[in-house]
């Protein structure tokens, strides 16, 4: 019985391509076996939407293009920062019809600012996560690659760093100078995640430096920094993609403390919200629940999420968390 | 020497795994028995149910295992029915195992001495400190290993040494009869070799009985009486070291014997079995070796064979036993 | 291991000081100076601020300026603090130290204990309604808003329950008519605990030498006669209602905070715990028979014990920050609340004292971590 074996040529994109699917319904199946990615993720895109929703209901520049009549959001009365809602008597006020987290001491919407805010979070997260990653990846492939002194000059420098305090030398740095969103970005991503992340990778990276694809890339003329960079990183990704979750996750908790502090100049933020209700003193009272709840909330919700999903994901990095 | 006393009696064995995907039948109605002070192979190919047999002995299963029929006797006493803690009487005292790929079976933070110590302070309350020491120092010299590296770390020790250690806690009882789940793969050959003639010595010397299980014939041979070939969960044939090795009757086995070159004699052709052994989450219907059996006719598709015996003391599962139509 | 352990201390040295000379250079990248500070008051003629600059030392090429500060911080002179003047800012620290020190202590020990139990506890019992329960619990203390966190368990037990009051370290009512300091009370209150810890320490250090049928009543009956002695002594020293006064104003700061700390241990156990339990040494011990608590206790928590260890590591720098902010909320006069004071009020010599303080506390107990792992892992007591 024989068969002529017909080869297909088939383009190398879309064999990559399918593997690459393959390998994402693999790892969705995985992460999906453990509800609380899910739960996480979901808290993730429930509040990537409530930011979305802002500029729709403030749609200000819409109205000027004469998209729509008016806003649903009345900027002058619902604008995070220098809304006032001369209707109401008294500010703070509780919720009612038409603010639905009522209004702070100085007469702006509360659920405006925390949806308001969202952005700032998401993108402080974001910039910190990246500024983290870069630095901590590149770091723990390097040293575990080239090992020797310049592995250890590297680890001395990731000791040093993991030593530091974060939340004091965040303080004294706010107090000191003027630190905006992206400076505080910046500075906590040089700061507080990337010596564990560059630990980790690193541990990663030594076990995929044996490998022999690399020996053989080694053997076909490739370079140091071709090696790292075309063959160690793909293999890092995953594990680096993991710690990121827990890097946005501590970027929004120094941020909302940094402000409630009054150490940051953002403009708006939750952390700044709840710093809004300490200065007029209503802090320690809980009968205005408005003014703490829902920023407190919204700060510890969307960190969880954060871990949670950084969780979930090292369940597929890892298997030997799996259940089977 | 060896009589009718049967240490272990299995019947009828049949295990599972719960899988993702479904029931995966690790072990299908497999019945052997050892007697005492008889050491007997079991051998096969990677996934034929060898380990899965010897943890299933001492019921170590894992939490998605299940042992669905058959019994394990041990000095007449079912395994099977009884309770993890009325199990663990039996563990380590009356059947005891030597692990496949030891080099971590031994626990890093405890120095060995206190790892043996552990088990017997369990099974022999009885003895005292000075005895329980005496011991530790007679199984070492008994493996070939200097009592005074007791008080170490395992990871003081090279890999030879961990085996030899591992084989001196698994006699620390005196079980009845000990299982060797290819204790000496991860070794280099000159270690080996060395690690097989001391545990035939000492099964010899404590008329011990002994299940060492390997993919590895020839080492199965130095160191069995008789031999059980599995196969995809099943076993196909067992009987004399001997009689496999020069009778064999299951056609895998006879593949088998002759895969393996002989250095001396003429040159035979290389016997391939072609094929791969089947998926245990669906295995073939009738004889799971039919697929790749050059004997295979209709009824091996359809009927399982029955486990009986052939010859005198040989056990085969098979249709066409000697290949004969 | 000693050599591994010299290691660590020489790099703990190197960073504190690398961590001295960044302090000061964060501190002095400040614009202005500390004369301007001094002499804002217009009325004052431009050659004085010179003159002030001069005598000061200002004027110094900044390298020189910072040896000088690095080298007096070694002597014990750390400058005069501006906020608080004429006090000097080792006389502040010596004060307040103490504080920060029984909170960070207190808090990392119990929920070091507290997590190590509960998440190998957990672990074994996976899949469970509790398993479940318990991780829910430990991610929501993990993640949560750590000020307010501290004010909810103020509107707990302070405003609610009344059990405790809602903050700060005395009630200064209390103290209108004392003739000794909080500091002494609270000092005396740290060394009576800590010497009732020790015995009881050695008491059950010698246990385990003694036959087992007499090990429980000896640990129990040191338990009992340590806290009898205690407070045997607070009852007779005359100040027992003082020294109330500081442990109820204790108790919520340190509860916070070690709740708050509990979760990560705990989270970080249970996992350890679940890959531990994999390890072919676990197969061993179950085959030897060993009972479950056993396998659980010697075996998988003793292994999964080194990286959770390991772990505090990262975990100090969190508690070190969650101490500052727990101080903060509980207006609790530590160091932690003197930094932000002191930064918030530019007050320069006190921040940078602190801040330096900080660090060490963090290199300190990053350097007690490395000592403990040392110990705890024969791998590397015998290389």
Redesign the interface.
């Known amino acids: 019985m024989t068969a002529e074996a017909q080869v297909v040529q088939v383009p190398l994109w879309r064999v990559r391509l399918g593997l690459f699917a393959k390998a994402m319904r693999t790892n969705w199946a995985l992460f999906t076996e453990n509800p609380i990615g899910l739960l996480g993720l979901g808290v993730i895109i429930f509040f990537g939407l409530f930011a979305l929703c802002h500029p729709i209901l403030i749609a200000t520049d819409k109205v000027t293009f004469g998209l729509v009549d008016k806003p649903i959001w009345d900027p002058v009365i619902y604008d995070p920062v220098s809304g006032f809602d001369m209707e109401i008597a008294f500010h703070p006020s509780p919720p009612s019809a038409t603010h639905l987290l009522g209004t702070d001491p100085l007469g702006r919407d509360v659920l405006s600012q925390l949806m308001f805010s969202t952005r700032y979070e998401f993108a402080l997260g974001l910039i910190a996560a990246i500024v983290t990653m870069t630095i901590a990846t590149t770091i723990g492939a390097v040293s575990a690659y080239f090992g020797g002194i310049t592995d250890m000059i590297l680890m001395r420098i990731v000791n040093l760093v993991m030593m530091v305090p974060t939340l004091p030398i965040l303080i004294v740095l706010g107090a000191m100078m003027e630190i905006g969103m992206l400076e505080l970005a910046i500075i906590i991503g040089l700061l507080s995640g990337f010596s564990g992340t560059a630990i980790v990778v690193k541990s990663q990276a030594l076990t995929v430096k044996v490998r022999p694809y690399i020996e053989a890339a080694r053997i076909a003329g490739g370079g140091h920094f071709h090696i790292i960079f075309k063959h160690m990183m793909p293999n890092l990704m995953p594990i680096a993609l993991l710690y990121m979750m827990f890097i946005v996750n501590g970027a929004i908790a120094y941020e909302a403390v940094l402000s409630f502090f009054g150490l940051t100049e953002i403009e708006m933020s939750w952390g700044l919200m709840i710093n809004t209700t300490q200065y007029f003193g209503y802090l320690l009272r809980f009968d205005t629940w408005w003014l703490l709840f829902p920023a407190s909330a919204a700060i510890s919700l969307l960190c969880a999420a954060f871990y949670l999903v950084g969780r979930a994901l090292d369940e597929v990095v890892n298997p030997r968390l799996r259940k089977r | 020497m060896t009589n009718n006393d049967k240490v272990l009696e299995v019947k009828n064995l049949t295990m599972h795994y719960m899988t993702r995907k479904g029931p995966v039948y690790a072990i299908d109605d497999v019945s052997f028995y050892v007697r005492r002070g008889e050491s007997i192979g079991l051998v096969g190919e990677s996934g034929c149910g060898k380990t899965s047999v010897a943890i299933s002995l001492m019921k170590l299963l894992p939490d998605n295992a299940e042992i669905i029929n058959g019994e394990i006797l041990i000095n007449g006493h079912d395994l099977v029915p009884l309770s993890d803690a009325e199990v663990r009487k039996f563990r380590w005292r009356h059947i005891s195992m030597v692990f496949q790929a030891a080099m971590n079976a031994m626990n890093p933070v405890y120095t060995v001495e206190e790892q043996i110590l552990e088990a017997m302070r369990l099974h022999r309350p009885e003895m005292s400190d000075k005895e329980m020491d005496e011991k530790i120092d007679h199984l070492f010299e008994l493996v070939g290993l200097d009592p005074a590296f007791k008080s170490q770390y395992p990871h003081q020790y090279s890999g030879g040494m961990r085996q030899r250690a591992i084989i001196a806690m698994a006699l620390s009882c005196d079980p009845d009869i000990i299982i060797a789940d290819e204790p000496t793969t991860a070794l280099d050959v000159i270690v080996q070799d060395q690690l097989l003639q001391k545990v035939r010595d000492i099964q010899r010397q404590l008329n011990m009985a002994m299940i060492y299980i390997s993919h590895d014939i020839a080492v199965i041979a130095e160191v069995s009486e008789r031999v059980g070939v599995m196969y995809a969960g099943q076993l196909a044939e067992m009987a004399s070291t001997e009689a496999i090795f020069h009778h064999p009757i299951h056609p895998y086995t006879m593949g088998l014997m002759s895969a393996f070159p002989s250095i001396v004699g003429p040159k035979t052709e290389l016997v391939q079995l072609p094929g791969e052994p089947p998926d245990l989450l669906n295995p073939p219907p009738g004889c799971r070796f039919h697929p790749r059996c050059p004997y295979a006719t209709d009824i091996c598709r359809e009927k399982p064979p029955e486990f009986k015996e052939h010859a005198e003391n040989h056990y085969a599962a098979c249709w066409h036993p000697g290949g004969e139509s | 291991m000693w050599i591994y352990l010299g290691k660590r201390f020489v ?2 040295l190197f ?1 504190l000081l ?2 001295q000379i960044i302090t000061y250079l ?2 002095d ?2 614009p202005g100076d500390v004369a301007d500070l001094l002499t804002m008051n217009p009325d004052i003629p431009p050659g004085e601020v010179q003159r002030l600059r001069q005598e000061l030392g200002l004027d110094r090429p900044p390298v020189e300026r910072m040896i000088n500060w690095i080298a007096n911080f070694y002597r014990g002179n750390l400058g005069v603090s501006f906020t608080e003047y004429p006090r000097t800012v080792s006389d502040i620290i010596k004060e307040r130290l103490p504080r920060t020190i029984v909170l960070f202590v207190t808090a990392n020990v119990v929920a070091f204990w507290t997590g190590f139990v509960t998440g190998k506890i957990l672990a074994w019992k ?2 469970t309604a509790l398993e479940y329960g318990s ?1 829910i619990v430990g ?2 203390l ?7 966190f501290a ?1 909810m368990m ?2 707990l037990f302070a ?1 609610t329950l009344d059990w405790f009051p ?1 903050g700060k370290f005395i009630d200064p009512m209390k103290w209108l008519t004392a003739e000794v300091s909080t500091n002494y009370i609270f000092l005396r209150i740290i060394y009576t605990t800590l010497a009732a810890l020790v015995f009881i320490f050695l008491c059950f250090l010698l246990s385990n030498r003694i036959p087992r049928r007499f090990r429980f009543p000896l640990r129990l009956g040191s338990v009992v006669l340590a806290i009898a002695g205690v407070l045997l002594y607070w009852a007779t020293s005359g100040y027992a209602d003082l020294a109330w006064d500081i442990v109820s104003h204790l108790v919520l700061p340190v509860g916070t905070l070690t709740i708050y700390a509990y979760a990560g241990t705990m989270l970080l156990m249970r ?1 350890t715990m ?2 531990t339990l ?4 676990i ?10 608590k ?1 396998v659980r206790d ?2 998988a928590a ?2 999964a014990l ?1 990286p959770v260890w390991t772990g505090l ?2 975990s100090i ?1 969190g508690s ?2 969650g101490g ?2 727990t101080e ?1 909320v509980f207006s609790w006069p530590g160091i ?1 609340l003197t ?2 004071r002191a ?2 009020a ?1 007050d320069i010599p006190l ?1 940078m004292g ?2 330096t303080i ?2 060490i ?3 300190v107990s ?1 350097l007690i971590v490395d000592i403990g792992y040392a110990f ?4 590397i007591r ?1 290389a």
């Open positions: 790099l703990m960073t690398l961590f964060l501190m990248a400040q996976r899949g991780t991610v929501t993990y993640t949560i808003f750590l000020p307010w004010l103020i509107w405003v809602p996992t679940l890959e994999r390890e072919d040494y197969l061993t011990a179950k085959a030897k028979g060993l009972p479950d056993m010697k075996h003793r292994n080194l590591v990262f720098v070190v920050g500052v902010i903060t932690g930094l932000l930064s918030t530019e921040a602190v801040l900080l660090g506390l963090t290199l990053h705890l892992d024969p791998r015998y």
